[in-house]
């Protein structure tokens, strides 16, 4: 079992920066993918960003795509997502989620995932 507990939010204005932060217990997410997902108010849940295992290759959505950076930190089993240049549209409850050995866009491809932060980006 892997435990995932987001941290970070808050409220902010449009064109400031937020740090989430996702801090793993349980096992090692060191051979693990880790995503970045996001409900909108009144939407589903969509990918946000991803990390491989390594952190060598990410992948994003086209909507944060130069503003949002995935990192990790594996020996202090913590992965972080970087926001920039927020919008009001990025406004979203986040969430952290841990995959397989694959980074990917897939929700099903997660099978832990934490509770959520929230992020409110003021216009």
């Known amino acids: 079992q892997v435990q995932l507990v987001e941290s970070g939010g808050g409220l902010v204005q449009a064109g400031g920066s937020l740090r989430l932060s996702c801090a793993a217990s349980g096992r090692t997410i060191s051979s693990r993918a880790m995503g970045w997902f996001r409900r909108p108010p009144g939407k589903d849940r969509e990918f946000v960003a991803a990390?491989?295992?390594?952190?060598?290759?990410?992948l994003y959505a086209d909507s944060v795509k130069g503003r949002f950076t995935i990192s990790r930190d594996n020996a202090l089993n913590t992965v972080y997502l970087q926001m920039n240049s927020l919008k009001p549209e990025d406004t979203a409850v986040y969430y952290c989620?841990?995959?397989?050995?694959?980074?990917?866009?897939?929700?099903?491809?997660?099978?832990?995932w934490g509770q959520g932060t929230q992020v409110t980006v003021s216009s």
């Open positions: 990390s491989s295992p390594s952190g060598g290759a990410t």
């Open positions: 989620a841990a995959g397989f050995e694959i980074a990917t866009m897939k929700r099903g491809e997660y099978s832990y």
